[in-house]
């Protein structure tokens, strides 16, 4: 009898289905552990970024507060220059949208630095060994310090951007003298284009390689003198007087803040006589002889023709023997708003009520409905859009470019960058040298006011253009820059404003890609920022609101018309008082002079009830009632001239081709308040001695015999500011995290 033995075979398949089971087990085990390893790997990166946000913002945190520690300004308006007390700018552009976006908000002041800390920049000077204004074009600019700056803070496309600008005048004497971004060379006599190892040798512009606070001089240069100079020494003479470095005191006034269009008092020869010769001499312009300069930086090309659309047209000027070849873009620098900010304005039915980014001019639902500010402000406001995203935004997305309601291009302000272009003139070049704005600095033409959109006309070679998005060798080698988009467009939403602008030009017109690629962005300290947001503390809610908040509907507590449609005055019983008195939580207000709720148009509009802020009308009640007359009892002594009986004393205008300063707090200037008002009568065509003299030349000219010779503008905002919150919201990389940093800066030792 045999019997099988199957024990080993038994045990060979038990050992086997144990193995299996283990190597089961096993995978199991290792796809926990791989499972855990990935989610505790992606918590650590998940840590890791918010690390880096954490960071990041703990330093922008420090450099900002530092920054506005060091504000020099008073921040109750207006200042007086010779106190050498600087300036605070805040610009509010268009409200946040629904998702709480806001990044076209702008600060710029004047600071100074914390102890042992100095700021710090470029300066272009002379070769060693050479007399000052010798031309340079082998040495690389120096570092100088300095205890003060100019300080800029503006968003675009995400980026977040510091410009500083030292504000240093005891290095006048130091500076390469330069006209037009050209550097004297007496060996040849001739002028070259600044150029430096910075750039491989690129042509850039002055301003490239200096860090300077500085601007083009307002009078001058004594063409007179230089005529009488042998032709090498015309040249250098004239570029000596062309840049002038800002003081304190001197960037109080805005015209002289960077980039800001400039002012020039300066393009006749006095000592010519009648009629001018044309000529700059370097003394203001008083060619009719009243003791009064005839150009002011608070005069504005409108302003000899304004527009009242309640009794029709009337006078702000009052200076004898106006000359109207004096009035024009090209000095006329009020209100000084920088043009090239952005491409388009908010979409509004009248263009007089002033200029304002907005992401989307006119806004529009997921429906294709479209809603104007002016008409819809709630539907505009619930739609506006100011950083769309790719995928996944609850908002819609601008219009497409093209649509008279559409996209629009934001820059906020030109970077450093943006300004080596050699294109960039300045402020090397005066207005009464070249008979314009420099370029960069150039208005908007008086078609594009009115109907609002520069996509109807030629691209204008003036406006800042985005940067390349990459640049590639000979050699096939990519270099990728920060640009996102198309080569000329860094914002994915943008109207495409500034393709083929003059700045990505060289002198020769040629494209100049090395400028580019070869050079950073010095200014540039934070990415993938989705948010600017800086408001402003008002009294009158006891809370931070926008500049503007009166036209916000959304704004708790606010209800009524909203002030673009008329100011609501609850001054009651059928009695207006002046200023009009308006209800906010409970209480009622000066709107005008103690809240953030109005517009602050400069120059205003008649409705905004502005009056002119050195001779205001004791009588006057509000612009839609007619109130007593200044100077209705006074005789003209010129007839025909002028016409006292229609002045108030308002100085609004209405005229919808004016570029208004809207929604900006300034500290202002006191030379805008106060405006030469008195002189004395003179006809140049009639002067003394004369066959037919004027028997009124010599007679005192203004109040009380005359209303004020010029308008003198208040601050667009009077009321103090007494402090401003700035909340900043950063995304991470992948845009799947973002961080919220807030900052609240108290002024009330600065009113």
């Known amino acids: 009898m045999f019997i099988r033995d199957r024990g080993p075979r038994t045990r060979r398949g038990v050992t086997l289905v144990e193995m299996l089971v283990t190597v089961a087990v096993l995978v199991i085990l290792m796809t926990i552990l791989v499972q855990i390893f990935q989610a505790a790997t992606g918590s650590v990166s998940a840590a890791q970024a918010y690390q880096q946000l954490d960071d990041q913002l703990r330093?922008?945190?420090?450099?900002?507060?530092?920054?506005?520690?060091?504000v020099t300004a008073k921040l109750t308006p207006p200042l007086d220059p010779s106190q050498n007390l600087g300036y605070f700018e805040y610009g509010e552009n268009e409200f946040a949208d629904s998702q709480g976006e806001d990044s076209d908000d702008y600060i710029r002041f004047t600071a100074k630095a914390p102890e042992g800390r100095s700021f710090t920049g470029r300066m272009w000077i002379a070769a060693p060994g050479t007399a000052m204004g010798f031309y340079n074009g082998t040495?690389?600019?120096?570092?100088?310090?300095?205890?003060?700056?100019?300080?800029?803070?503006?968003?675009?496309?995400?980026n977040l951007y510091r410009r500083v600008l030292l504000v240093n005048p005891q290095l006048q004497s130091t500076i390469v003298p330069a006209l037009n971004n050209l550097g004297y060379n007496p060996a040849g006599g001739t002028y070259n284009f600044l150029s430096s190892y910075l750039a491989n040798g690129s042509i850039l512009s002055w301003q490239g390689v200096n860090d300077l606070s500085a601007r083009p001089a307002a009078t001058g240069p004594n063409m007179v003198a230089i005529n009488q100079l042998p032709a090498a020494q015309q040249g250098l003479t004239q570029a000596r007087q062309t840049i002038v470095l800002n003081s304190l005191g001197d960037l109080t006034n805005r015209e002289n803040r960077a980039f800001s269009p400039r002012f020039s008092n300066d393009f006749t020869n006095n000592a010519s006589g009648y009629p001018p010769a044309g000529l700059p001499d370097g003394f203001p312009d008083d060619v009719n002889g009243d003791n009064v300069p005839d150009l002011y930086p608070s005069l504005y090309s409108g302003v000899y023709n304004p527009l009242n659309p309640i009794s029709g047209t009337w006078q702000l000027i009052f200076e004898p023997s106006i000359f109207p070849n004096q009035a024009g873009d090209a000095f006329m620098a009020f209100p000084w708003v920088f043009p090239g900010a952005y491409s388009r304005p908010q979409t509004l039915n009248n263009y007089a009520l002033g200029w304002i980014?907005?992401?989307?001019?006119?806004?529009?639902?997921?429906?294709?409905?479209?809603?104007?500010?002016?008409?819809?402000?709630?539907?505009?406001?619930?739609?506006?859009?100011?950083?769309?995203?790719?995928?996944?935004?609850?908002?819609?997305?601008?219009?497409?470019?093209?649509?008279?309601?559409?996209k629009q291009t934001w820059w906020g302000f030109p970077t450093w960058r943006e300004t080596l272009s050699p294109n960039w003139t300045d402020p090397t070049i005066a207005v009464n040298v070249a008979g314009a704005q420099p370029r960069g600095l150039v208005p908007p033409t008086a078609a594009l006011l009115t109907n609002g959109s520069m996509e109807t006309a030629p691209p204008n070679p003036n406006l800042l253009p985005p940067m390349l998005s990459s640049f590639t060798y000979g050699n096939g080698t990519v270099i990728p820059l920060r640009a996102l988009g198309s080569m000329f467009n860094d914002n994915q939403f943008s109207d495409g404003a500034g393709t083929g602008s003059a700045f990505l030009l060289t002198s020769a017109g040629a494209p100049n890609p090395l400028l580019w690629t070869q050079s950073w962005e010095d200014d540039l300290i934070m990415t993938g920022?989705?948010?600017?947001?800086?408001?402003?503390?008002?009294?009158?809610?006891?809370?931070?609101a926008d500049l503007g908040w009166g036209d916000d509907v959304r704004t708790s507590g606010y209800t009524g018309t909203p002030f673009l449609a008329g100011n609501p005055d609850y001054s009651g019983n059928n009695t207006p008082v002046y200023p009009p008195l308006v209800a906010i939580q409970g209480g009622f207000w000066d709107y005008i002079n103690q809240t953030f709720a109005h517009e602050g148009r400069m120059p205003p509009l008649v409705e905004d009830n502005r009056l002119d802020a050195q001779y205001p009308n004791p009588s006057y009640l509000r612009y839609d009632i007619q109130p007593a007359q200044q100077y209705a009892n006074i005789s003209d002594p010129v007839a025909g001239n002028f016409n006292f009986s229609n002045y108030t004393s308002n100085i609004g205008d209405d005229n919808p081709g004016i570029v208004r300063l809207r929604r900006v707090w300034d500290s202002w200037s006191t030379e805008y308040t106060r405006a030469p008002a008195t002189g004395i009568y003179n006809n140049p065509n009639n002067p003394p001695g004369s066959n037919t003299p004027d028997p009124l030349n010599g007679f005192p000219w203004g109040p009380p015999f005359s209303p004020p010779i010029y308008p003198s503008y208040p601050p667009p905002y009077p009321a103090p500011l007494r402090g401003i919150q700035i909340q900043l919201r950063v995304v991470d990389p992948t845009s799947q995290r973002i961080k919220?940093?807030?900052i609240r800066q108290d002024f009330t030792d600065k009113l």
């Open 59 to 70: 330093r922008i945190d420090g450099i900002i507060r530092a920054d506005l520690e060091g």
């Open 357 to 406: 980014h907005s992401p989307t001019p006119a806004a529009r639902n997921f429906s294709g409905n479209v809603y104007q500010f002016d008409t819809n402000p709630l539907g505009y406001l619930q739609n506006m859009n100011h950083n769309p995203l790719d995928l996944g935004d609850n908002l819609p997305t601008p219009l497409s470019t093209g649509n008279a309601a559409g």
């Open 740 to 742: 919220s940093l807030t």
């Open 139 to 158: 040495v690389q600019p120096v570092t100088v310090t300095s205890e003060y700056a100019e300080i800029i803070y503006f968003v675009r496309s995400g």
């Open 529 to 544: 920022v989705r948010s600017f947001d800086v408001k402003a503390y008002d009294n009158a809610l006891a809370g931070y």
